[in-house]
C-alpha cells in the first residue's frame, strides 16, 4: 500500500529540519575538544604520521586500538591545515551524518520509513543525546558507529530476501565484497568491531523460513 502523502512530507520535513540542525550544531560546537577520553585520543593523533612508526600500544590510554581513526583524522589536519581536533570533528559529523542517512534507508528498504512507528525510532535516535555529542567528538566511536550502520544496510540489502540471493550474480558478489571490506575497516578502527560479523548471520535468522529446516 501506498504511503500517506502527510506521512511522507511529514518525514521529508523532519529530514531537512535534522540535517539543518545537524550542521547549525557543527557550526557552533567546531574547535572546541568534546569527550571524556578526547585528551588522549589527540595525543594519540599527533603521535601518528604516514612516514613514521606507530607509537607504542602503552604511550597513551587510546594507543592501543587499530590505527585507522588516527591516521585519517591525522591526514585530513595535514591535507587541510586544520587542527586535530577540528578534523576529529569534521570526522564525527560526518560520520553521524551517514550512519543517520544510512539508517533512513534501512528503514526504507525494509517497508517502515513512511510509518508513525518507523518515523518516531529514526528521529528520536536522531536526537539521542549521546549520539548528538557524538557528533562533535574527538574519539574513533563515530566511525565505529557509522561501519556498523554500514555493515548492517549492507547486510539487510544482501539478505532481506533470502530466496533472491545468489553467489552467482555480480550484484550480490559486489556487495559481499563491500560487506568484507566494511568489516575489515571495523577491525582497523576498534577490537569490538569483531561483532559486527554477526550481522549478516542476525538478518538471515530474522528473515529465513525456519519450517525449511524440519
Given at each position: 500500500?501506498?504511503?500517506?502523502?502527510?506521512?511522507?512530507?511529514?518525514?521529508?520535513?523532519?529530514?531537512?529540519?535534522?540535517?539543518?540542525?545537524?550542521?547549525?550544531?557543527?557550526?557552533?560546537?567546531?574547535?572546541?575538544?568534546?569527550?571524556?577520553?578526547?585528551?588522549a585520543f589527540i595525543k594519540t593523533v599527533n603521535a601518528y604520521g604516514f612516514l613514521k612508526e606507530f607509537p607504542d600500544i602503552a604511550a597513551y590510554m587510546t594507543s592501543y586500538h587499530p590505527p585507522l581513526s588516527f591516521l585519517l583524522i591525522r591526514g585530513i589536519s595535514d591535507a587541510s591545515g586544520v587542527t586535530p581536533v577540528i578534523a576529529s570533528q569534521l570526522v564525527s559529523f560526518a560520520s553521524l551524518m551517514c550512519a543517520f542517512l544510512l539508517l533512513r534507508q534501512i528503514l526504507k528498504k525494509i517497508g517502515l520509513l513512511y510509518t508513525l512507528l518507523g518515523i518516531t525510532f529514526l528521529y528520536l535516535t536522531a536526537s539521542l543525546p549521546f549520539l548528538v555529542r557524538l557528533s562533535v567528538t574527538s574519539t574513533y566511536d563515530s566511525l565505529v558507529y557509522l561501519l556498523g550502520t554500514l555493515v548492517l544496510y549492507i547486510s539487510i540489502d544482501l539478505f532481506w530476501e533470502p530466496a533472491s540471493f545468489s553467489i552467482r550474480?555480480?550484484?550480490?558478489?559486489?556487495?559481499?565484497?563491500?560487506?568484507?571490506?566494511?568489516?575489515?575497516?571495523?577491525l582497523m578502527t576498534k577490537y569490538n568491531c569483531l561483532l559486527f560479523f554477526g550481522f549478516p548471520f542476525i538478518v538471515l535468522f530474522v528473515r529465513c523460513n525456519l519450517n525449511q529446516f524440519y
Open positions: 500500500l501506498a504511503a500517506p502523502h502527510w506521512l511522507i512530507r511529514t518525514e521529508f520535513a523532519l529530514l531537512c529540519m535534522t540535517i539543518i540542525l545537524k550542521f547549525v550544531q557543527l557550526h557552533i560546537h567546531v574547535g572546541n575538544r568534546y569527550g571524556a577520553d578526547s585528551m550474480k555480480s550484484s550480490c558478489r559486489q556487495r559481499l565484497i563491500l560487506l568484507f571490506g566494511a568489516l575489515v575497516l571495523g
